[in-house]
């Protein structure tokens, strides 16, 4: 915590002229994925807040390790910034090598949004909830597959939390995106899906949603329990969404982003398009980001390891 707040006065205090030229936004993803469509909402949105263009860049692979690593190198001057996701306060506990420090190497700007995780299989199964899925995973040991977009993934954590609060052993399918997965789950490919909110349109019918994972039912999925409602409250999985800047960012560009943004995140149309993605707004302000990514990477160093999901190189 102390090394976040501290990378706020690590650089010159004076930047009035802020921003002087167009702004980049790293995104971890491919385009077409969720973080990279919720970057350019935002990049549109932000863009005439400050005055200037704001430019998505997609740096993927390594699990976000490539992009983060774009600005961890970057001139702290606020030209060159990053879309964070949740699965950078997992990477530590998932990887044996990191090349940068969360803690240390960032600036936190804002949290943004939010989303979770929906449980969902193919209707063909006997299972109608996911009690009765459990009862019968249990029955059927090793013989449940389940896909999602990757290891090491939230969607991919998800059920692996799922696993050991339930007692039952699935084997997990990497897929190399969540409509591959989903795509196979509705053909009867693989038994079980752990996908986003966003994915589960046009699914209707096609596959059966058993719970989701975040504090409360998303108006997308008026109909189907959280994990807590039925039961499972540890199975929890939001994933969330923020602005990183790298070490040093200077307080008074930190203040000017995080004042362009706040305003973009209570602007109703701007709500209503992450709604339609599957998301929704969650503001927090610069501290309050900063102790909560630390709050996050602690969680996951514990739950990581609990699960028995080893390091890899």
Not at 13 to 37: M, N, Q
Not at 191 to 211: C, D, K, N, W
Not at 249 to 275: W, Y
Request: glycine share 10%.
């Amino acid at each position: 915590m102390a090394l976040l707040l501290g990378a706020f006065a690590a650089a010159p205090a004076r930047a009035d002229d802020y921003p002087s030229k167009p702004v980049k936004l790293i995104v971890t993803t491919p385009p077409g994925g969720l973080v990279d469509i919720l970057g350019r909402l935002l990049a549109q949105a932000l863009g005439p807040r400050l005055g200037q263009t704001v430019i998505v860049e997609n740096r993927s692979g390594a699990t976000t390790q490539l992009g983060a690593e774009v600005v961890v190198h970057a001139p702290p001057d606020g030209y060159t910034l990053l879309i964070g996701t949740s699965e950078l306060t997992m990477l530590p506990a998932l990887k044996r090598h990191v090349p940068y420090d969360l803690l240390r190497d960032f600036t936190p700007v804002a949290l943004v949004a939010s989303s979770w995780t929906v449980f969902a299989i193919n209707p063909k199964l006997p299972p109608r909830t996911l009690p009765e899925f459990i009862a019968y995973a249990k029955a059927h040991p090793g013989q449940i597959h389940y896909g999602s977009n990757g290891v090491g993934g939230s969607l991919h954590i998800a059920v692996e939390l799922l696993q050991m609060q339930a007692g039952v052993k699935l084997v997990h399918i990497p897929y190399r995106g969540g409509a591959q997965a989903a795509a196979d789950a509705m053909a009867g490919q693989i038994e079980m899906v752990s996908m986003g909110l966003a994915s589960t349109r046009g699914t209707e019918g096609r596959l059966r949603f058993l719970a989701q994972t975040g504090p409360n039912r998303h108006p997308m999925l008026p109909d189907v329990p959280t994990t807590a409602e039925l039961g499972l409250p540890d199975v929890r999985m939001e994933t969330w969404f923020g602005v990183i800047g790298p070490r040093g960012l200077p307080q008074p560009v930190v203040a000017a982003l995080a004042g362009a943004i706040e305003p973009v995140l209570r602007d109703d149309g701007f709500r209503k398009k992450l709604f339609d993605i599957g998301c929704q707004t969650a503001w927090k302000s610069p501290h309050d980001f900063a102790t909560f990514i630390g709050e996050e990477s602690r969680k996951w160093a514990k739950i990581i390891p609990a699960i028995g999901l080893a390091p890899e190189d």
